[in-house]
């Protein structure tokens, strides 16, 4: 039964991608439905998967169909020596989780895609990225998980239209990051095999006391980086954000990236390998790095896909700080923030997916009063956003708040990285307060104040958009209010393992309290009600409000912060790119191939004399 569930969550959506290609782009609707019906299975075969005992195995790829000696009969035998897959607690959560955002954003996605923006052969690339994920997640050899992941890297590539000069860099950018980065990787299992290490993820313990052995951590730990979005491989994440569609955006940067990512990271920090202090204070250092610089990118961004491209960013930081922390309850807090931050980046992404299908609008201030026509979606967005920014009782909260009191059980320990906590700690809790001052910024800007007169017609109550993210909404208060009793310990805690919170926090009173305090001051106001209130002309950032055009500018209150200089200076020089590790790179390759171009004078007498030095240095390498 344990291999009949990997054959059918790994294979079936490749399988069903594969067949999509041979269905015309004119029945974008049928290829929707099926890719539904494809993710439905997948999900209930997950469920499945995730109840079952831990296991190991080779999966079969049909060598029996074929003459035992022939040459496929071999060759399949031979592949079949590197198709190790292993199952565990933590594997099968996170493939749990694909399954219930493929479900999701494909329902999502059959209404969303118009044709300007819609990806040639989206629903094939999509359930190849499903399958492609799983298979990931699930491979216990290196090669095939690199496999696995590769593909999802020439996906990603694809589920981004290159309608303009600007989606199609974009587009490029990615490609050229995701796949350096594997190239990384492949670096990084070259030297594991150097250091006669086996490629089975759930055997390899190695030191990182050698050279070697950190060298190897790093490579891999580039690959993982750079899928989820961590400082300071994230710069494809806010322009592919930007100009991908939102469906593309929910179901990769947001989602998927973000688990396969972290997971393979959750694996490289607590499993197999083992970190020096060195390594340890490094993997903090970007953990509140990424934190702190996501946000603050984020809060001068005008651009709504955009905002929510760096926050992509930020959200990792918590992550990786709470797996670089190593111990039961920071690894408890990473794993669940992964969750937590799939779940409400992705309802933002749809949302902002609807709010661009209905207006045709990506910057902020171009918006307003969208919650009046759009109702489900303003509930939905008002919970993710107190949901990312850490408000109680909300999932984001939940598991922000186990990585704040792992950060102070991490202090207790006598390195130079336990020492630091103050500094994580604060850093973290100052990341949360950024994040909602920007939330603000999104949600009154899109869906507050007045609405404008070429909004008032707008009609923003299709199911295909609306179940997804009020779906998504329900989960994020669900995890919320029974964190503490049910999540945590039902859940999290099978892959963390036990831990005792060193704080006192239980989630069900937290929520009960809150929703006490709601109750108290609708009661206040009802009862007041009928003694009036004096009313006066708003006076908001520094102007007199307009009460006929409905508003002020949003975003304009968020320009103080480049009152400072270097502030300032900071945020000029992210604007030209000049901390964008994928321009930089891409300047010094053309500044060095400007250098050399004057080698290529046409004389064929220099051409000579340079392929004999050229001999001339290889003969003394390798002599």
């Known amino acids: ?65 074929f003459k035992d000696g022939s040459l496929l009969n071999t060759l399949l035998k031979q592949t079949e020596s590197f198709a190790a897959m292993h199952t565990d607690n933590l594997s099968k959560l996170i493939v749990l989780f694909v399954g219930l955002f493929t479900l999701i954003v494909s329902v999502y996605s059959t209404g969303y895609l118009f044709p300007k923006i ?31 992941w590769g593909i999802m890297g020439l996906t990603l590539y694809k589920l981004i239209k290159g309608h303009t000069s600007i989606s199609a860099s974009t587009a490029k950018k990615t490609f050229i990051m995701i796949g350096a980065s594997d190239g990384i ?16 993820i759930s055997a390899m313990d190695i030191h990182t006391g050698s050279f070697a052995g950190v060298a190897a951590f790093l490579c891999l730990a580039a690959g993982a980086f750079t899928k989820a979005g961590a400082f300071p491989f994230h710069t494809w994440v806010p322009d592919y954000a930007s100009y991908a569609p939102a469906s593309s955006s929910a179901f990769l940067p947001a989602s998927l990236d973000k688990l396969l990512g972290i997971y393979f990271l959750a694996r490289l920090c607590n499993s197999m390998f083992v970190l020096n202090d060195w390594l340890t204070l490094l993997m903090l250092f970007a953990g509140v790095g990424t934190i702190i610089i996501g946000v603050m990118m984020a809060l001068m961004q005008k651009d709504y896909k955009r905002l929510l491209g760096y926050h992509a960013v930020s959200q990792v930081g918590y992550m990786v700080t709470g797996f670089a922390l190593g111990t039961p309850l920071g690894i408890a807090g990473g794993l669940f923030h992964l969750i937590n931050n799939a779940l409400y980046k992705s309802g933002l992404f749809l949302a902002a997916g609807h709010v661009e299908r209905l207006t045709g609008r990506h910057t902020i201030d171009d918006l307003g009063g969208l919650s009046k ?12 956003s107190l949901a990312i920014s850490g408000v109680p009782p909300l999932n984001g909260f939940a598991s922000k708040w186990l990585i704040y009191q792992g950060i102070i059980e991490f202090g207790e320990g006598p390195g130079l990285a336990n020492q630091l ?88 009173t937290v929520s009960v309290l809150v929703m006490i305090s709601i109750f108290a001051g609708l009661t206040i106001y009802w009862l007041m009600r009928g003694r009036g209130f004096r009313v ?45 590790i994928y321009d930089i790179a891409r300047e010094t390759v053309l500044g060095i191939s400007k250098r050399l171009s004057w080698l290529h004078s046409g004389i064929l007498p220099v051409y000579l004399i340079w392929i004999i030095a050229g001999l001339l240095v290889m003969l003394i390498i390798f002599m």
């Open 536 to 580: 006066d002309k708003a006076f908001v950032l520094g102007e007199t409000q307009d009460h006929k055009t409905g508003g002020y500018p949003s975003g304009e209150y968020y320009k103080t912060i480049t009152g400072n200089q270097v502030i300032r200076m900071i945020y000029r020089g992210a604007e030209k790119k000049y901390f964008d």
């Open 1 to 65: 039964m344990f291999m009949s569930e990997l054959h059918i969550v790994i294979f079936l959506p490749v399988i069903a991608g594969i067949l999509l290609f041979l269905l015309p782009e004119r029945v974008f609707t049928l290829k929707g439905v099926l890719s539904v019906l494809v993710a439905a299975v997948c999900l209930i075969f997950s469920f499945i998967l995730y109840f079952e005992t831990a296991a190991t195995g080779t999966l079969n790829l049909g060598k029996e169909f």
């Open 185 to 200: 990787m492949i670096l990084g299992i070259a030297v594991i095999m150097h250091l006669g290490f086996p490629l089975s």
């Open 421 to 508: 906590w103050v500094v994580w700690l604060a850093l973290a809790i100052i990341g949360s307060a950024l994040t909602l001052a920007s939330f603000i910024k999104f949600i009154s800007g899109i869906f507050l104040g007045h609405t404008k007169s070429i909004y008032r017609s707008v009609r923003g109550k299709d199911m295909l958009y609306c179940l997804p993210q009020a779906v998504l909404a329900i989960i994020c208060i669900i995890f919320g209010v029974f964190a503490s009793n049910w999540v945590i310990p039902g859940i999290i805690q099978k892959v963390s393992g036990d831990f005792a919170y060193p704080g006192i926090w239980e989630s069900s």
């Open 373 to 384: 026509v759009m109702p489900v979606t303003f509930f939905s967005v008002f919970v993710f």
């Open 118 to 148: 819609r990806p040639r052969h989206y629903f094939s690339y999509f359930l190849i990225t499903a399958g492609c994920a799983n298979g990931a997640v699930l491979a216990d050899h290196m090669l095939l998980f690199i496999f696995f």
